[in-house]
């Protein structure tokens, strides 16, 4: 997200004169260290997943996270329905993608069993 400093100001020993264009990274909230222990792990069961950062906070929560949850839910049963027993490549390396607004896997190689 950009914006534009409304004034001269300093944050973080950084300083930024008034009219000075910022570019807020928004795929580092959800990896403060002080927050969330080993933050690139991925884990559903985080004691403090609540606090995460994905959907927004307060005024500027998203009115359609229910629905992407919901979403995601249905995709995930679905798909361990029809695919038993999906699972990671083991010993893969999972290259990201170089983007300063999508932190995400390139790619990612999957296993499942064949149908019976």
């Known amino acids: ?5 409304a ?3 300093t944050f973080k020993g950084v300083s930024m004169a008034k009219g000075s264009r ?3 990274a ?3 909230a959800n990896h403060d260290e002080a927050l969330f222990s080993d933050p690139t792990h991925f884990d559903i069961e985080r004691d403090n997943s609540p606090q995460h950062l994905t959907f927004g ?4 929560y998203c009115i359609g996270a229910p629905l992407a949850r919901l979403e995601g839910k249905i995709a995930l049963e679905v798909l361990s329905q029809r695919l038993p027993n999906l699972r990671f490549q083991p010993d893969q ?3 990201y ?3 300063l607004l999508l ?3 390139d790619h990612l190689h999957l296993m499942w069993d064949k149908a019976v």
């Not at 997200?1 to 400093?5: D, E, I, K, L, T």
């Open 22 to 24: 910022l570019f807020l």
């Open 1 to 5: 997200m950009m914006r534009v400093a």
């Open 26 to 28: 928004f795929a580092s």
């Open 97 to 99: 993608t170089g983007n």
């Open 57 to 60: 906070q307060g005024i500027h």
């Open 103 to 105: 932190r995400g896997p």
């Open 93 to 95: 390396t999972v290259p």
């Open 7 to 9: 004034e001269d100001m």
